[in-house]
């Protein structure tokens, strides 16, 4: 998703904006601009590539006091200046940010050439600019509201009228706005990122609502014909400027990954119950009869929160023994799935605004399912559609690739499985054994952390790989999958996982002495299964690299990557942080840009 900002008060706009960018750059970067008004009409300054080449065009002070600003992943047009935003109406009266697409928008082009309008750029967004410059409405909120019904698709946007200079026009239809609410001044943005320096007093749009901003005030309404006052209440946000620096850390994800312990010791905080045995996790606004009643559990997440998903089903069946699986949104929203009255639907989404995510809670709120979220942004569309849940406590993650906020994630669903294991048939003993599990991760990932430089001389042994295998079984398995997601999306090494049993069935044929596999060895009642998967590799003279905590025969694997013994059924959690360490390692031998893989970005909005 791409970044907007803007800003509408009494100090100079662009500094203000372009800081702004800054902090929204790992959301987008091929291009960055900025459109602020001037007694000539509207001031632009646009460029293709980083928000740093902006900033270095802006040679002079511009005075002005109001201005949007975006930084650009593509969807529509290749990166270019003319593809930059902010995209102009013909008139050069109009400018607007996007974050989304309009789905219409070749029709919507055909009908304005038609009428004589020459575009300067390939994208959707510019034909939206034309639409709101030609409206004859009365006020630039009209014409920003007329336009909008003629369009289709997804949209956060941010609308500048250069005779208007004092306000802002926002509207939301998929695509995450925030507004921040100083003294005197008011700021958009598509992320609180970019508004934490300068207030952390908030509002969120939800979808459908159109806001008219200026500096002392800011008026909501439905963006429907018949346009109806939406009264918003701000929210404080427990965020500060420092939970976006590196602080001394080479990338974001480096420092995320070893903000983990402390991570973890949040989630875990005022949550674990010594004496009844349980986890108290009172967002989630469910008694005890409630949860008894329910007789199913399904995940629903994409990407790493589907594979914490994973995790989080093998925990419930095992701890609560009821059944549970897990479902990539983005297929659950398109197949017309059955609802049962007594299973548990969990929505599971870093940013909260994943909009696969989103449309699948809000068919299910729409058939009457029981939906908890379980999201690491509070205030998030996610979060607001469920009602109830539980907060991941991960702190902000700016690196593309999830680490911390996968670990809380899986851990906040271990805590889900207790609390429904000891409402069934959960001994005291065995949840007193969790308990002092989920007590111990945070120490223990600090002791994974502590061998990364072991970790880091494996990935630089096998860093001239061009594909790799990643197995497991049972709870290895979704720990093979997310393993091999990472040392994809940041090194673009291919990588590929599979069921330890189903290696056999097919793909043992391309093992030979180029394509290594990593396989997750936990020292539980599949153990010698997987030694025998081992064996069956090192015999086509595969390398393995085995993540385990067991003792396996000398020599058998080429290299080990040690975890430390936790309760079995936690093991998943621990075994992730050695793959993370893995694919950083080997990524930053390849030279990638870690924080910003191609082709990726941080909150998928738009499908």
């Not at 994208?123 to 630039?140: F, M, V, W, Y």
């Not at 698709?153 to 695509?175: E, F, M, W």
């Not at 690739?401 to 906040?412: D, E, F, G, H, I």
Request: charged share 25%.
């Amino acid at each position: 998703m791409c970044g907007i900002v803007g800003y509408v008060g009494k100090r100079q706009a662009a500094p203000i904006l372009v800081e702004g960018l800054h902090r929204l750059e790992y959301r987008g970067y091929d291009s960055a601009g900025l459109a602020t008004p001037d007694q000539d009409g509207l001031r632009v300054i646009k460029t293709e590539g980083r928000v740093q080449q902006l900033r270095n065009l802006i040679r002079e002070e511009i005075p002005a006091t109001t201005g949007i600003a975006h930084t650009r992943w593509a969807t529509h047009g290749e990166p270019s200046d003319a593809n930059a935003h902010p995209h102009l109406d013909a008139t050069g009266r109009i400018a607007v940010v996007h974050n989304g697409i309009i789905e219409n928008a070749d029709q919507l082009r055909a009908q304005l050439t038609a009428e004589g309008v020459v575009f300067a750029s390939e994208t959707d967004t510019e034909a939206l600019a034309h639409l709101i410059g030609r409206s004859d409405a009365p006020t630039l909120e009209e014409a920003v509201r007329a336009a909008l019904r003629r369009v289709e698709g997804t949209y956060g946007i941010v609308v500048l009228d250069v005779n208007d200079p004092g306000q802002l026009v926002v509207a939301r239809n998929g695509s995450p706005i925030v507004l921040g609410i100083g003294e005197g001044e008011m700021f958009v943005a598509s992320d609180v990122a970019a508004l934490v320096r300068h207030t952390q007093q908030v509002v969120y749009l939800d979808d459908g609502e159109l806001v008219v901003v200026r500096a002392d005030e800011f008026h909501t309404s439905t963006l429907a014909l018949e346009a109806s006052p939406v009264v918003k209440s701000p929210t404080t946000v427990d965020l500060v400027v420092d939970d976006y620096e590196l602080g001394g850390s080479a990338d974001f994800m480096s420092k995320e990954i070893h903000e983990q312990p402390t991570a973890l010791s949040r989630a875990l905080s005022g949550r674990l119950n010594e004496r009844f045995a349980t986890a108290h996790l009172g967002g989630i606004n469910m008694e005890p009869r409630e949860l008894r009643a329910i007789r199913r559990v399904k995940f629903l997440g994409c990407g790493s929160s589907y594979y914490a998903g994973q995790m989080g089903a093998q925990l419930v069946e095992e701890l609560a023994r009821i059944p549970a699986d897990a479902e990539p949104a983005s297929e659950f929203r398109y197949r017309n799935p059955v609802v049962e009255a007594d299973t548990l639907y969990v929505a599971l989404s870093q940013s909260g605004e994943t909009l696969d995510t989103l449309a699948a809670a809000q068919e299910l709120k729409r058939k009457g399912g029981q939906l908890l979220g379980v999201v690491n942004v509070v205030g998030s569309a996610i979060a607001r559609e469920c009602g109830s849940g539980i907060f991941l406590h991960a702190g902000p993650e700016v690196s593309v690739a999830s680490t911390k906020a996968l670990t809380n994630t899986a851990t906040s669903l271990a805590m889900l499985g207790l609390l429904l294991g000891r409402v069934r048939d959960l001994s005291t003993a065995d949840g007193k054994r969790i308990v002092a599990g989920l007590r111990a991760l945070p120490g223990q990932v600090q002791e994974i952390l502590q061998q990364e430089e072991a970790v880091a001389a494996v990935a630089q042994r096998f860093a001239d790989t061009r594909s790799m295998f990643f197995v497991g079984r049972v709870r290895g398995w979704p720990v093979a999958r997310e393993g091999a997601q990472k040392l994809k999306e940041i090194s673009y090494v291919h990588a590929e996982a599979y069921q330890a049993s189903e290696l056999k069935h097919g793909p043992l044929a391309l093992i030979d002495n180029t394509m290594p596999t990593v396989i997750i060895v936990p020292d539980d009642e599949l153990l010698s299964k997987n030694i025998g998967t081992i064996e069956e590799i090192k015999a086509r003279n595969g390398a393995v690299i085995a993540v385990t905590n067991a003792e396996l025969p000398a020599g058998l694997a080429d290299a080990e990557l040690r975890v430390p013994r936790n309760e079995t059924e936690l093991d998943p959690i621990l075994f992730t942080i050695p793959l993370q360490l893995f694919a950083y390692h080997l990524a930053a031998k390849l030279g990638r840009d870690i924080d910003r893989p191609r082709n990726l970005a941080k909150s998928v909005t738009v499908e």
